[in-house]
């Protein structure tokens, strides 16, 4: 049997008890193919400041780094609310994404069959649903410099920059056409060309990228249709690229077309580095009560065994068991909605079925 070590950072709210849950089935889906996984947990986020003055530490970022491969929580709370930027734990994640060099964001859109009808959309429009997201990460108006507050003639203002280079535009974009090559061969680049200059070298960057790959579709999109289009009909798309900011938010509208966002797992990869977390927050206002919906952070290791650990089958049986899990009617108050055949279920619960599940798929 061999051996892999990951880190874990499972951070605030939530994020330690989807965390556990994830890491359980994880190892024993890598069991099953003789992989043992052994894990080093650090604090991180709000839980780092408590614990070591700062969100996180550059003995915990070295630690990623000599590692690779990271499966984090969630962060943040009304409890650090209050901090300096620099302190606060979003700052953390932000350091995090930057020191890993985890450019391309990666954000599955699928709608199960069993939550076709969990979603606040009619349930032809969203059944069949699927979209991968690639969000650029490490670049736009998150990391765009110069930022600051000052006062001028009596007025406080604020400056952001939203600065991208050609370079980091065409390698997200490269990702975006491979990922379009194993799917349906279509790409469609949003950005807001029509106002914004960074996006206009976007729309270039990308066309000249498309050149590379006769065999996939390009189109563009402005971001403001594309989040109407979004809810008008998703099944148009299929890759989907674009910026840091637009990424965002565009990727959290389409969690709720899959029921909710307890369901959005997400791949951060750049330079042979992996970060993989659930796109939900900490939801403070739940954590401790045993009612956490895990099944982002499971299908997040589960994208952590087919892109770091090249364990294909490993990824596809956790998948597997988290349909059959939502099959069998399982559902956390998040997606719980007094339908025939479901009932309401609590963290521990749906970990329970999950681990059988695995073990009954790893058997046969």
Not at 10 to 16: A, E, M, N
Not at 82 to 108: H, M, Q
Not at 212 to 217: G, M, Q, T, Y
Request: charged share 25%.
């Amino acid at each position: 049997m061999t051996k892999q070590t990951i880190i874990t950072l499972p951070g605030d709210g939530i994020g330690p008890e989807v965390t556990t849950v994830a890491v359980d089935v994880l190892k024993a889906a890598c069991r099953a193919f003789d992989v043992e996984i052994e894990t080093i947990e650090r604090p991180f986020g709000g839980t780092g400041y408590d614990t070591d003055g700062e969100p996180v530490t550059q003995e915990t970022l070295e630690l990623c780094k000599k590692h690779k491969f990271v499966l984090l929580g969630a962060v943040g709370g009304p409890k650090w609310d209050d901090l300096s930027a620099d302190l606060r734990p979003e700052a953390a994640l932000l350091k995090l994404r930057r020191e890993l060099g985890v450019y391309a964001n990666l954000r599955p859109i699928q709608v199960y069959p069993a939550l076709a009808g969990a979603s606040t959309l009619k349930e032809d429009v969203i059944a069949g649903t699927d979209i991968l997201i690639m969000r650029e990460l490490t670049g736009g108006i998150y990391f765009g410099e110069p930022r600051f507050t000052t006062e001028h003639k009596g007025e406080i203002w604020s400056v952001d920059t939203m600065k991208y280079s050609r370079s980091e535009i065409q390698r997200i974009a490269r990702k975006a056409f491979e990922a379009a090559r194993f799917r349906d061969k279509r790409v469609c680049s949003v950005d807001k060309a029509n106002v914004l200059e960074s996006s206009r070298l976007w729309r270039k960057s990308v066309e000249e990228v498309a050149e590379e790959f006769p065999d996939v579709e390009l189109s563009h999109m402005l971001v403001d249709n594309c989040a109407m289009q979004l809810i008008r009909n998703p099944k148009q798309f299929d890759v989907m690229v674009t910026g840091n900011l637009f990424g965002d938010i565009l990727s959290d509208e389409a969690a709720m077309l899959t029921g909710s966002i307890g369901m959005l797992p997400s791949a951060s990869l750049g330079d042979g580095n992996g970060l993989y977390e659930p796109v939900h927050g900490s939801a403070p206002d739940i954590a401790g009560q045993g009612v956490a919906n895990p099944l982002a952070a499971v299908a997040s290791v589960a994208l952590m065994c087919r892109y770091s650990l090249k364990m294909e089958e490993a990824a596809a049986m956790i998948e597997s068991a988290i349909r059959s899990v939502l099959d069998d009617g399982y559902r956390t108050p998040d997606l719980f909605a007094d339908e025939e055949g479901t009932f309401r279920s609590g963290t521990t619960e749906i970990s329970v079925r999950l681990l059988e599940l695995v073990k009954e798929k790893a058997v046969v």
